[in-house]
């Protein structure tokens, strides 16, 4: 491994590969969004995980910029807070009125008012170790939601008895994603990435 241990090795591995697998989530929503745009219509599909997902992402990319040598963090979390606005814009220029009005009160309230208040409030009151842990909570909070967000679409899939409304590779791409993360982690031997990866792998694992 040209003189690197596999110590400095596993990490840098898992994150690249990490890298790859998250970026095939963000992807697995293109049919859906090329299916709203052909159809000129989001009636029956919700932006809330796009919206929630987003969030996850704005706090990751601040969470890794404190964090020392987590380049491979911000990377991907960049990546998809391009991808997540695109597809939450193209919902918003199809979806109803009263869709449209949610997503964007939760747009606002959320990766506006939210992050910005996070952002301030951590500066503030906190700094070195201590802001770095009290982020971290939050993102274990936030990206336990973003798991969390599609059981909706899966009481519908029950419901409907039909995998249009979440298709079975986003599912496969979650719990891939997961577990590679959930190994950064624990190969960077931080617990704020294992703990929502932990969790969110038994979530998608276990639908």
Known sequence: MGGISLEHFL????????????????????????????????????????????????????YAHLKPNSV?????????????TSYITIYLVFATRKDRIFTLQVFVALNLVTFIGILFLTLLLFSGTNRLTVLGWICVGFSISVYAAP?????????????????????VCLTL???????????????????PCLLGWSLESGK
């Open 72 to 84: 491979l963090l911000i990377s991907i979390n960049a990546i998809g807070c391009l991808i997540l």
């Open 11 to 62: 990490p840098i591995a898992f994150g690249i590969l990490g890298n790859i697998i998250s970026f095939l989530v963000y992807m697995a929503p293109v049919p859906t969004i090329c299916k709203i745009y052909q159809n000129k219509s989001a009636e029956g599909y919700s932006s809330l995980s796009y919206n929630l997902s987003l969030f996850s992402c704005l706090i990751w990319v601040y």
């Open 151 to 171: 059981m909706s679409t899966i009481r519908r899939v029950v419901r409907t008895r039909s995998v249009e409304f979440m298709p079975v590779n986003v599912l």
């Open 177 to 195: 994603s997961a577990a590679v993360w959930l190994g950064y982690g624990v190969f960077t031997k931080d617990a704020f990435i294992s703990i």
